[in-house]
């Protein structure tokens, strides 16, 4: 089993329409959890945090369940410039290193 | 100055070059990272230092050799690569190094090798 599994889509949404992604962990040791967005031929960027309780940012939710060992990225009325890779990121171990899921690529149609 | 910077963008070398990648950031930051990113893969880890020692090596071949002169700098000394080498690589660094810092990027060298 892969430390970080991502569904890689291509997931093609219409604009205002909501996504949701899922992203599962093997380790369940592990304390942090991150949504990267990586946009085509960029460097990725931090889009949020996902804290323990869940947390929002505007049109995005984050949500963390430690019993089953997934985090999810929630996106409601999605617009054109959402369109990314989204990199579901976890530590690893607790230290510094960190592992990247293989990302999600959503496009956002007109 | 939120950003890393990255020298230079694009390389183009043979497998019998040497040449060297440059990562600068002036926030601070105590751990710096490099990345290989291939196309349509996410980042892997290189190499880590910490407190200007390096503290991970994910079993990188020696033809790739790090260097953090100081805090504020990293780089990545390239040596007889194979075309399989080519590929984005991404510095990034964090405050502490800590597992839940922020992870801040560089844009980039992309590096092709012939």
């Known amino acids: 089993r892969k430390e970080v599994e991502q569904d890689p889509g291509p997931f093609n949404v219409p604009e205002g329409a909501t996504v949701a992604f899922n992203c599962t962990y093997s380790n369940s040791a592990s304390q942090s959890f991150f949504w990267y967005r990586q946009d085509c031929r960029k460097e990725p960027k931090l889009l949020m945090s996902?804290?323990?309780s869940g947390n929002e940012d505007g049109r995005f939710t984050a949500q963390l369940n430690r019993a089953s060992q997934y985090i999810s990225l929630l996106i409601r009325d999605s617009k054109l410039s959402d369109s990314a890779t989204y990199l579901c990121?976890?530590?690893?171990?607790?230290?510094?290193?960190?592992?990247f899921g293989t990302g999600t690529r959503l496009t956002i149609i007109p | 100055d939120t950003e890393v910077t990255q020298t230079p963008k694009h390389l183009v070398m043979g497998m019998t070059n040497k040449k060297s990648l440059k990562c600068e950031q002036h926030m601070g930051h105590r751990a710096m990272y490099w990345y290989k990113q291939k196309a349509k893969k996410p980042p892997e880890l290189m190499f880590v230092?910490?407190?200007?020692?390096?503290?991970i090596n994910e079993s990188v071949p020696s033809r790739f050799s790090p260097e953090c002169p100081n805090s504020s700098l990293l780089n990545l000394h390239l040596h007889a690569l194979q075309p399989e080498d080519s590929a984005l690589y991404l510095c990034a660094s964090t405050p502490s190094g800590g597992a839940t810092d922020t992870q801040y990027f560089g844009p980039g060298t992309r590096l092709t090798v012939l």
């Open positions: 996902v804290y323990s």
């Open positions: 230092y910490s407190y200007e020692k390096l503290s």
């Open positions: 990121v976890v530590d690893h171990f607790g230290n510094e290193k960190l592992t």
